[in-house]
């Protein structure tokens, strides 16, 4: 059975359902749109979409193909022999971190997809998640091209050693299995959120340590590897935002104050976790960026993330970027 939405949208306590795989019965291709609760047909039609603005996202995504083995970091493995100890453990656990986040990403689209009803949205989560596998090659790439061969192994393992790695990760996904366990929609409004925050604030934030060793003419491959991981993560947070804000309009529970709150709340506690993590990596010794400019910087995208959905200044006082150079290292040349 489908969950009906009525006018007043999906009501607190209701659990969803998942869409059927192919429904006959289903409404007409541009009756009723709706994010969660439809009664889809689940046919996909490029003609009909319900949502027209997700098939711009669905074929910009398609535009920014590219292939990871395209970069050339044949200087990486000189560079990474040439940073200082901080500076390399530092560059090891940021790569490390962006692999493990968005290998989690990706796995979470295969629990919400099922719940989404309109299958042109379905249509931008399956480009998502498959740039999030190219992005996850390009990290294992870069970690090949940099890393010698009998250190990759502990590299990559390391999660399992540095409690912080660890530790901050299971904190992420503790607040996306929030929907696996209660599939009411609060929790996918939440699950989405905490998804958006970590495409376009957390792992850009993570970026700056990276950015900021290019700037000193180091790992300068990698650096220009992950401008086009972060050109696409920035636009896949652009439509998770949406996202938020077509559910509050289409069910009016998610727009009441307390719901507002808690998501504020939300993106605190995830840009706390964040930023403790890239306060420990890097030791406050990585040259252009000190623990405030990093702090301020990641609640600065994060508010930007929060006007976009509605919500009220997550970050009341923090106006303007303190990373000036950080827009240096957005452009991606085709």
């Known amino acids: 059975m489908m969950t009906e939405t009525g006018a007043q949208g999906i009501q607190r306590g209701t659990r969803l359902a998942k869409v059927t795989l192919f429904n006959p019965d289903g409404e007409k291709l541009l009756s009723k749109p709706k994010l969660v609760g439809g009664f889809s ?8 979409a319900r949502y027209p603005w997700a098939m711009d996202y669905y074929r ?4 920014n193909f590219y292939n990871p083995q395209q970069f050339n970091l044949t200087k990486e493995n000189k560079d990474y022999a040439s940073l200082s100890d901080v500076e390399r453990k530092t560059y090891e656990r940021t790569i490390l971190s962006g692999l493990i986040l968005e290998s989690i990403l990706q796995s979470n689209i295969h629990e919400i997809g099922p719940y989404i009803s309109s299958p042109d949205l379905l249509a931008v989560l399956s480009a998502m998640e498959y740039q999030l596998t190219e992005h996850c090659d390009t990290y294992s790439h ?6 010698p061969e009998s250190r990759r192994e502990a590299v990559l393992e390391s999660w399992r050693t540095v409690d912080q790695i660890k530790q901050k990760s299971m904190l992420y996904v503790e607040q996306l299995k929030k929907f696996q366990k209660d599939q009411q929609i609060v929790e996918l409004h939440r699950n989405i959120l905490t998804s958006s925050v970590i495409a376009g604030a957390i792992i ?4 700056t340590v990276i950015y900021a060793l290019a700037r000193h003419s180091k790992v300068v491959g990698t650096s220009n590897a992950l401008k086009y991981v972060q050109r696409d993560l920035l636009m896949q947070a652009e439509f998770l935002q949406i996202l938020i804000k077509t559910l509050a309009v289409e069910n009016p529970l998610l727009a009441t104050p307390d719901i507002r709150k808690d998501s504020v709340e939300l993106i605190r506690e995830l840009v706390k976790i964040e930023t403790d993590f890239i306060h420990y990596v890097s030791e406050a010794m990585i040259p252009g960026l000190s623990e405030v400019m990093i702090t301020r910087f990641s609640q600065s995208l994060c508010n ?4 976009t959905c509605g919500f009220d200044m997550v970050f009341p006082g923090i106006t303007m970027s303190p990373i000036p150079w950080f827009d240096t290292f957005t452009e991606v040349k085709r």
Do not use: C
């Open 204 to 207: 850009p934030t993570e970026f």
């Open 60 to 63: 910009k995504m398609g535009g």
């Open 142 to 147: 870069i970690i090949n091209s940099a890393v």
């Open 304 to 307: 930007r993330i929060g006007k």
């Open 41 to 48: 047909t689940g046919i996909l039609s490029f003609s009909f």
